[in-house]
């Protein structure tokens, strides 16, 4: 019958010493050779006196790690969690099954999987409840904890962002305000209200947000002034600065395009410039800068009807954006090209557009906001294009948290339009429609005979409605409208003004020298017109 033990051994080994330890080694295993062995001999002997087998010697027990992408996340959301095993040969286990299991109730997503090469990777969400959640993984007999705190994200005040189309007018011309609203980041459907502090008219001052945007049209009064522009939408309001003037001088039309907006290293593109006044070519000089590579004739020409064309080569050890600007009579017009880099960051970097369509002319807000896979903002300077004519204001500038504005003014070119944001070697896109907007004006006469051989000269007075909207039937608010008629007929009042629905009126005062018969009546407003008549009877 065995009584000793292995442990027994060793302890005694190491409390004797070296020496006494050795003599005590070699007593207790003559002593279990002599009482203690069983049957058999050989090596089978001695392994047994062990206690272990020569291979359960070189035995270790599994070692099981936990990784995770953070140790702290809100109710709902989730992280990586990654879990290395390593077997009873202190070797990286394959095909291991590894287990989990959540204190508060997170899920896992697969809930269990084997190793490959010794790691395991899944999904943790955490439950809807905030604490300190424990997770467990467990394989090989061997098992790890880790501790994630759950906890609500804090509540971030409404952002309210502010973006006029023109923030200098003529009096009683119109620009576009756009307002974008966002809570913890998000966009939100929220009610958004308006107001000028020198007047004016909104084509609505509130309404609703739509995927964090709400678009109107801003009308400037008839007089010289400045102040500001306040959108509100929840606890957030943002403020523009608005003002009026007639100092408006005419300079050149200037466009400058690229056969291509992206190029390796040393690659070339032709470049062409066109520029006039008032649709008129322009003839004289012009003079092309280039932040990277070279341009064609030293980036001097003439303009020749209106256009001048040369070419631009790439830099060889550049990499990102170039700038080229062609510059005409003091008026300037710019276009990028983006050389390309094989590598890219890995980042969230994206485009929104306040208005999907646009008329030529109209204006559309642009968001740009970049973040890394974190959630954490970036920084740097973003450069915008556009594929087809077009202004953006401004045309560049610095990120600020993450987040960036400006306006494009759609040009005279229709069609798909795609807006380019350039941000080191990547490049963010968004499109817009643009078309021609053509104006229609329907009049609405109440009656279309009148009698002027009567005393009642009530009758004698026609009201009159009129429409204006563009060829889709979405009605002009706030549009001037000239009316007129024939002597001695006459129309009061002759200048009126659209309403938020596109309508306006007028009347038709007959006259009783009138001869008998069809008398016209025109309708002007934005370069459209339209007629009708009334019969005058005796």
């Not at 099954?97 to 809930?111: A, I, K, N």
């Not at 084509?203 to 400037?220: E, H, R, V």
């Not at 593109?269 to 932040?291: E, M, R, W």
Request: hydrophobic residues 35%.
């Amino acid at each position: 019958m065995k009584f000793c033990d292995l442990d027994d051994i060793r302890k005694a080994f190491f409390r004797a010493g070296t020496f006494w330890g050795f003599f005590l080694l070699c007593f207790f295993l003559s002593f279990q050779l002599s009482g203690c062995g069983g049957s058999g001999g050989g090596d089978s002997t001695s392994s047994d006196v062990m206690g272990l087998t020569g291979a359960q010697l070189k035995e270790i027990t599994p070692l099981l790690t936990i990784t995770l992408t953070g140790k702290k996340v809100a109710p709902s959301e989730s992280l990586s969690i990654t879990v290395k095993v390593l077997n009873n040969k202190g070797l990286p286990a394959e095909g291991s099954t590894v287990y989990f299991s959540s204190l508060l109730g997170g899920t896992f997503d697969p809930s269990s999987g084997d190793t490959k090469a010794g790691f395991f990777t899944t999904k943790y969400t955490a439950p809807v409840n905030t604490g300190t959640d424990a997770i467990t993984a467990s394989s090989l007999g061997a098992s790890g904890t880790e501790l994630i705190l759950i906890t609500s994200k804090p509540q971030i005040p409404t952002q309210v962002d502010l973006v006029l189309g023109n923030p200098t007018l003529k009096p009683k011309t119109q620009t576009t305000v756009s307002v974008h609203v966002t809570q913890n980041g998000l966009p939100v459907e929220v009610n958004v209200a308006l107001s000028s502090t020198i007047g004016g008219d909104f084509a609505n001052n509130n309404g609703t947000s739509q995927k964090g945007w709400f678009t109107t049209t801003y009308t400037a009064p008839d007089l010289i002034a400045s102040g500001t522009i306040s959108a509100v939408a929840l606890d957030g309001a943002s403020s523009q600065p608005i003002s009026t003037t007639n100092d408006f001088s005419p300079s050149p039309d200037v466009k400058l395009t690229l056969a291509t907006k992206t190029l390796p290293p040393n690659g070339t593109t032709s470049l062409t410039v066109q520029a006039q006044v008032n649709g008129k070519p322009v003839i004289g000089s012009v003079i092309l800068t280039s932040t990277a590579g070279t341009l064609g004739n030293s980036g001097t020409g003439t303009l020749t009807n209106g256009f001048y064309t040369t070419t631009y080569t790439a830099p060889s050890n550049a990499i990102g954006l170039a700038t080229i600007t062609a510059t005409v009579e003091g008026a300037s017009s710019s276009a990028q090209v983006f050389i390309i880099n094989p590598s890219a960051e890995d980042v969230n970097f994206k485009l929104s557009l306040g208005s999907p369509s646009l008329y030529t002319g109209q204006t559309s807000a642009i968001r740009v906001s970049l973040f890394d896979n974190f959630g954490s903002p970036l920084d740097g300077a973003i450069v915008f294009d556009s594929s087809l004519v077009g202004n953006f204001n401004p045309p560049e500038g610095k990120l600020d948290s993450g987040i960036f504005y400006s306006v494009f003014t759609a040009g005279k070119e229709t069609g798909t339009c795609t807006i380019y944001a350039f941000w080191k070697n990547l490049v963010a896109t968004g499109q817009l429609l643009i078309a021609t907007q053509t104006t229609r004006i329907s009049i609405f006469p109440s009656q279309t005979v009148v009698q002027i051989n009567t005393s009642d000269l009530s009758v004698q007075k026609v009201p009159i409605s009129i429409l204006v909207a563009d060829q889709s039937g979405s009605p002009f608010s706030n549009e001037k409208v000239t009316v007129s008629t024939t002597a001695p007929c006459r129309m009061e009042p002759t200048d009126i003004t659209t309403d938020a629905n596109g309508y306006c009126t007028t009347s038709f005062i007959a006259s009783s020298t009138a001869f008998p018969g069809g008398v016209l009546i025109q309708a002007f407003s934005r370069e459209a017109s339209a007629s009708t008549q009334i019969y005058v009877v005796q």
